[in-house]
């Protein structure tokens, strides 16, 4: 599974300015609207997660994934990428502040594991997860990405 | 050995952590174990027949009174940190 794949241009924003969680969480959902992945009421069902159950989606140092369960404003599964400008707190105790921000949806519970494995390796790569933080542009962010695969 | 790994939602970062512990208990040589990724809705039954609930800082007190070993993980990514936190509960 190449990311870069998973992500076209319109998925991608990079050095976005954003003030605080809410809009670092809306420019990721954005991206996904912006594919035709889900719908802006997706945005605010990624929010309100963390509203219910704390920014528990804060999984790594500097890294959200923001998501919420499937539902009928998912018209297919898909992610975004969003790199901020400057770090922003979520409230995470080991993992804040985040500077990058992937919007997931998905249709059911299985359809994309294989998304999660590709994400999964590409964050435990110290090296390549700054590499991707450092990249100024969707298209850079694409070719870091297709680099980092694995080769067939 | 059954080992439920919880989110909020049960399709991000319960996923992560599932393959991560998966991965980590393949390191550890448990050929055995069962690994579950849960939402917080369902957990609290899962994590009833369970041996160890794997979660973040956030969502462990959700879980509430369960006689399972409730493990908080602080980055989901690290196999390190995992297979370091399930090292005293493989039997």
């Known amino acids: 599974m190449d990311l870069a794949e998973q992500l076209p241009e319109t998925a991608i924003a990079t050095h976005v300015a954003a003030d605080d969680w809410r809009a670092a969480i809306r420019a990721a959902g954005e991206r996904l609207v ?40 998912v018209q297919r599964t898909g992610i975004s990428w969003v790199t901020l400008a400057e770090p922003v707190p979520f409230g995470s105790k080991a993992n804040d502040p985040v500077s990058l921000v992937v919007g997931l949806a998905a249709t059911d519970h299985d359809g994309h594991l294989e998304i999660m494995a590709a994400l999964a390796g590409i964050l435990a790569d110290d090296d390549a997860f700054q590499a991707l933080l450092a990249a100024d542009s969707p298209t850079a962010v694409r070719e870091r990405l297709a680099a980092l695969s694995p080769a067939a | 050995m059954k080992i439920v790994a919880v989110c909020g939602m049960g399709i991000g970062t319960s996923v992560l952590l599932k393959m991560n512990a998966e991965k980590a208990l393949r390191a550890l040589g448990v050929d055995d174990a069962d690994v579950e990724a849960a939402d917080i809705g369902t957990a ?3 994590a009833r027949t369970a041996d160890v609930v794997l979660t973040s800082d956030e969502l462990a007190p959700e879980i509430g009174d369960v006689p399972a070993t409730v493990i908080v993980i602080d980055n989901f990514t690290s196999v390190a940190e995992i297979t370091e936190k399930l090292t005293p509960h493989i039997g």
Request: proline share 9%.
């Open chain 1, 34 to 73: 912006a594919t035709g992945v889900t719908t802006d009421a997706y945005t605010d069902e990624m929010i309100a997660a963390v509203e219910e159950h704390g920014p528990y989606i804060v999984i790594a140092p500097g890294f959200a994934l923001a998501h919420s369960r499937p539902s009928p404003a």
């Open chain 2, 44 to 46: 609290r039954g899962a």
